[in-house]
Structures are given as structure tokens and as C-alpha cells.
């Protein structure tokens, strides 16, 4: 199974600051013969199932504020919330679907400093 | 807009059985796949099941494997989870979510609102 790795556990930033999660695979999810990475990225409020924020690493789901961004290739991802809002409090997940069984990292915790 | 609606949760004893379902709404339910992810209480999220869009593939987590069955009724748009044997460690809430694409795994989106099991004497 992919070992998926987040850092920090959690993390606090002043409003209208940048919020930086990393997220770690112990194996390339980057698939070769069409050059995508097989990460996603999901938000998860308080009593709230998880929420789709971004696929294939980079890309934005719609209706996602354009503040939440995502970057990395192969092992080493990285979710950057820009201008972070009161409403972005929550726990944040990566996941990996390059390989049966899909695996999540643990989360990070984002709170208001 | 899609809606997943989870049902079925509840207590039960070590060692006995429950059965999910999964109710689908407002999308077409036999071109996707459907997986069951769960959430121990204060824990991060662990994936658990998944089956094929017509149901002809389906995989486990191996800490359930041959204890759960996952299964799914397109006439019905109803997904379900069959959990026997089940131990104190099973407790948590279940989700299912979509796939986004008929053959697993990808990203899941959207998620049911989750149904809470708990295993407990």
C-alpha cells in the first residue's frame, strides 16, 4: 500500500495569511504514460463529510475558491490556502488513487492564529 | 444536485451483523463507481470497500476482507455495505462516496452525509 505522509499535524495562520500542508507519497503516483498525478485533495469541517477541494494535484474542482491551490509532482505535493479565511478552519486531506487500495494521509489541522 | 443519503447505522454487539445501504440521487448511478470510507471518532479517514459500476469488480481493505461485503442494486440506485463479524474496532461513521469515473480508483466526490456504527457489548 502507497503510505501517504502529511505535514505539519496542524498549523495556525492569521487571517488573510498563506496556509502551506505538505503531503508526502512513499511511492511516485505520477503515472507515466499520461504525465498525471494521482493526488487529491479534500477539506473536512467540523460534523461535515469530506468536500472535493482539488484532482490530479493541480486541479481545482468547480466552485473551489481560486485561494486554495495545489502543487507537486511524484512524491511531494503541497496545498497552499492563500489569504486564509475564517471559513477555511478545518482538517485537510490528501489522498492518493494511483493504486488500489486508495490511502489517505492522516490530515492537518488548520486553525485561525 | 447529486445527493448520497446513508442509512442503517446503529449499535450493535461484537460478533454480529448490520447492513448499509446507500440511497443515489440525481445523477446516473450505473455509470459510476461507489466506495465506502470510514471515520473512526477523532481519527482520519480509512477506505473500505469499492465496487465496479456494474457491479462486476469489487475490492477490500484488508482489515475487512471476508467479514464485509459491498454490493450495489442500479435498478434501485442503492449502494450497500454487508458487515458481519463485526469487532469494537469497526466502530465508526461510514461514508459512501462516487467515484468520478465508472472503473476505481480516482477521487471521490461527492460524499453522503455518513451513518454511525458502533461496535459495543
Known amino acids: 500500500d502507497i503510505v501517504m505522509t502529511q505535514s505539519p499535524d496542524s498549523l495556525a495562520v492569521s487571517l488573510g495569511e498563506r496556509a502551506t500542508i505538505n503531503c508526502k507519497s512513499s511511492?511516485?503516483?505520477?503515472?507515466?504514460?499520461?504525465?498525471?498525478?494521482?493526488l487529491a485533495w479534500y477539506q473536512q469541517k467540523p460534523g461535515q463529510p469530506p468536500k472535493l477541494l482539488i484532482y490530479?494535484?493541480?486541479t481545482r474542482e468547480s466552485g473551489v475558491p481560486d485561494r486554495f491551490s495545489g502543487s507537486g509532482s511524484g512524491t511531494d505535493f503541497t496545498l497552499t490556502i492563500s489569504n486564509l479565511q475564517a471559513e477555511d478552519v478545518a482538517l485537510y486531506y490528501c489522498?492518493?488513487?494511483?493504486?488500489?487500495?486508495?490511502?489517505f494521509g492522516h490530515g492537518t489541522k488548520v486553525e485561525i492564529k | 444536485q447529486v445527493q448520497l443519503v446513508e442509512s442503517g447505522g446503529g449499535v450493535v454487539q461484537p460478533g454480529r451483523s448490520l447492513r448499509l445501504s446507500c440511497a443515489a440521487s440525481?445523477?446516473?448511478?450505473?455509470?459510476?463507481?461507489m466506495h465506502w470510507v470510514r471515520q473512526a471518532p477523532g481519527k482520519g479517514l480509512e477506505w473500505v470497500a469499492v465496487?465496479?459500476?456494474?457491479?462486476?469488480?469489487?475490492n477490500y481493505a484488508d482489515s475487512v476482507k471476508g467479514r464485509f461485503t459491498i454490493s450495489r442494486d442500479n435498478s434501485k440506485n442503492t449502494l450497500f455495505l454487508q458487515m458481519n463479524s463485526l469487532r469494537t474496532e469497526d466502530t465508526a461513521i461510514y461514508y459512501c462516496?462516487?467515484?468520478?469515473?465508472?472503473?476505481?480508483?480516482?477521487?471521490?466526490?461527492?460524499w453522503g452525509q455518513g451513518t454511525l456504527v458502533t461496535v459495543s457489548s
Open positions: 440525481r445523477f446516473t448511478f450505473t455509470s459510476f463507481a
Open positions: 465496487i465496479s459500476y456494474d457491479g462486476s469488480k469489487k
Open positions: 511511492q511516485s503516483v505520477l503515472y507515466s504514460s499520461n504525465n498525471k498525478n494521482y
Open positions: 462516496a462516487r467515484d468520478s469515473q465508472g472503473i476505481p480508483p480516482n477521487w471521490f466526490d461527492p
Open positions: 489522498q492518493q488513487y494511483y493504486s488500489t487500495p486508495p490511502t
Open positions: 490530479w494535484a493541480s
